[in-house]
């Protein structure tokens, strides 16, 4: 027997949403994250990290302006929270896999890797969608917007080490960023915190100026 949906005539559209500012900022993080894998495939890493960072800073925002914003209803907060969990499967699990298969020239050794950060992306998003914060305060796993922000600082040393070296240092380094985002360790909500806010801030600006200087 066929299950009925849950819609009736008063239900919003999809494209309602879209009006939704948090709803946009997660959009535009996608959009970062879009020109990061268009960026890697072509095999300019520099602006492929600009485009990470970038996505990492709109993921942040999201959150902030939501809970900032007066009148959004109990439905709006858990459409945005679904989006925003689908958008960084995006943002920190399938940007990272290409980035990997793309710098190891799509050869099948790298696609271990990639499939590890993916999964991993996809557990540990289904894994918060069910349980949430810790103690409301913390992360079961290495929260997500990590992987970028530590993927990007690490991409530095690019212009310091072979092509083979930096092959190994990445693959090592996306497996363990998977291997941690499953674990039990308890890491602490950064977005949550003005300090953090303005650090993420200058660290936006600083891998900015630095990748794109490197692209001139």
């Not at 970062?32 to 894998?37: D, H, T």
């Not at 970038?54 to 942040?60: I, L």
């Not at 991409?155 to 240092?169: A, G, K, M």
């Amino acid at each position: 027997m066929l299950k009925k949906n849950n819609f009736t005539e008063e239900n919003p559209t999809i494209l309602s949403y879209v009006r939704d500012l948090p709803n946009l900022l997660s959009l535009a993080g996608l959009a970062c994250s879009l020109l990061a894998i268009y960026f890697s495939i072509l095999g300019v890493f520099y602006a492929a990290m600009i485009g990470i960072v970038w996505a990492v800073a709109f993921d942040w925002s999201d959150g902030l302006v939501a809970r900032k914003m007066k009148g959004r209803t109990a439905t709006d907060a858990k459409f945005g929270g679904q989006l925003d969990s689908m958008i960084d499967v995006v943002n920190f699990g399938v940007v990272p896999a290409v980035l990997l298969l793309s710098f190891g020239a799509f050869e099948p050794l790298y696609l271990f890797g990639a499939f590890l950060i993916v999964a991993a992306a996809t557990l540990r998003l289904s894994y918060f969608n069910v349980y949430g914060l810790d103690g409301g305060t913390q992360y079961t796993g290495l929260a997500l917007d990590n992987n970028g922000l530590i993927l990007v600082a690490i991409f530095l040393l690019e212009s310091v080490l072979s092509h083979s070296v930096f092959s190994l240092v990445l693959y090592t380094s996306i497996v363990s960023l998977a291997i941690l985002n499953v674990s039990e360790i308890k890491t602490p909500k950064l977005s949550g915190n003005p300090r953090n806010v303005f650090l993420l801030g200058l660290y936006l600006i600083g891998m900015t100026i630095v990748y794109g200087s490197s692209l001139v």
